[in-house]
């Protein structure tokens, strides 16, 4: 007769005892994940704007809406779009009309700092004045420190511009005699341009 180990004996009359004589309980056993790898959630981060990418590039403007470029027609049907190129500054380009080939960019304001979201570009008659501000970290909130009032006439090719530091930004462009004089005002603060003697504050 065989002798039973005293240690599996006394671990069968636990085991008994601690059922109770109740019936035992099934378990269905889950299948494991066919992959071992721990799953990760992928980051919360929606795809960058397309203003990101055509900021930060150094593209001809495309025609299309974005904050980060502007457009407005002319009274003869010409178009001028103004647009940001990161490290470079505020470019200017226009049309020989509606459906007329982009001029090459050519520069309005040059700096390094970086661009503030938005260009304000408004057409008077034969005239084109635009607002645009740039400031270290400007598109993350921070005020800017380079605010510019430009205009462009008549063929467009110079462009004139005004440089105030340390300054919120303007916030409306106004014109007067048909576009020869344009006002940038903020608040109480006003720069005037006129055809004849430039910009005044």
Request: glycine share 12%.
């Amino acid at each position: 007769m065989n002798r039973i180990d005293p240690l599996v004996l006394a671990g069968v009359f636990l085991l008994v005892a601690a059922c109770g004589g109740q019936e035992p309980v099934s378990v269905r056993a889950t299948p494991a994940p066919a992959t071992s790898a721990p799953a990760t959630s992928a980051p919360a981060t929606s795809a960058p704007p397309a203003t990101v990418g055509l900021r930060k590039s150094d593209i001809r403007w495309n025609g299309e809406g974005d904050p980060y470029n502007a457009m407005a027609e002319l009274a003869d049907g010409r178009r001028v779009a103004l647009h940001y190129r990161r490290g470079k500054g505020l470019f200017e380009q226009h049309s020989s009309g509606p459906t007329g080939t982009w001029t090459r960019p050519r520069l309005i304001y040059g700096t390094k700092t970086e661009a503030c979201q938005g260009i304000e570009l408004r057409a008077f008659a034969k005239t084109v004045a635009a607002i645009a501000d740039f400031g270290p970290y400007c598109s993350d909130g921070e005020p800017p420190m380079e605010s510019i009032a430009a205009v462009g006439v008549g063929n467009l090719r110079t462009w004139a511009h005004h440089l105030t530091r340390s300054f919120d930004g303007w916030e409306r462009i106004s014109a007067g005699d048909g576009g020869d004089q344009i006002t940038f005002k903020r608040g109480s603060s006003v720069l005037r341009w006129s055809r004849t003697g430039g910009f005044t504050k």
